[in-house]
Structures are given as structure tokens and as C-alpha cells.
């Protein structure tokens, strides 16, 4: 392995760990109610999820948020992580195109 990819890899952990203190704040402020900040470098599939445990303990039956949608919220993160929602998301937009007869361009 050459310095730059030793470099390279040991910035993409330390993204992932950032990443990982910054999902697990807004967990928590998604589950006590303090809503969900956006422009914190989490995609959109896991603001979703997020704001669905915020929604569901916020406007849900007794304020008490399911294990099942944290769950969902970790899995979207996970994807995040990953790379799998933005391929997703590729995908979704290269059918689109394809949709209405355009190319995609790179």
C-alpha cells in the first residue's frame, strides 16, 4: 500500500467515525424530541428515518418510539455508510432518465 492510499484510508475511517458521533447525536435528539438537524453530512434515507423516530415519539400514541424504527434508522445509516442508498439512488435517477429518453451524463 502506497502512503497516499494509507493516507486515503485512514481519512475514510476517520469520516466513518465522524460520521458515526454525528448519527448517534441526532438519534438523540431525534428520540427526545429536539427534532432532526439537516446539514450534517447524513443523506437524505437517514434524515428520513430519523425524522420518522422523531414523528413517531413526537405525534405517536403515548410519545414512545419502536425499537423497529430505530432499527430502520440504524439500517438507513448503515446504507449510508456503506454506499448502498446511493446506489439506490443512482439507480432510481438512471431510470428516470430512461424513462423519458434521456442519457445520463457523467
Known sequence: MTD?????????ERDGQRLR???AAA??????????????GLDQETEEALWAVYDAG?????RQVSEERVAA??????????????????????RRYAEHGLERGR
Open 73 to 94: 434508522a440504524h439500517r438507513a445509516f448503515e446504507g449510508q455508510l456503506d454506499g448502498s442508498n446511493a446506489a439506490r439512488w443512482r439507480e432510481q435517477l438512471a
Open 58 to 62: 413526537y405525534f405517536g400514541a403515548g
Open 27 to 40: 438519534l438523540d435528539d431525534a428520540l427526545t424530541g429536539r427534532g432532526v438537524a439537516t446539514c450534517l
Open 4 to 12: 497516499e492510499q494509507h493516507e486515503r484510508d485512514g481519512q475514510d
Open 21 to 23: 458521533r454525528v448519527f
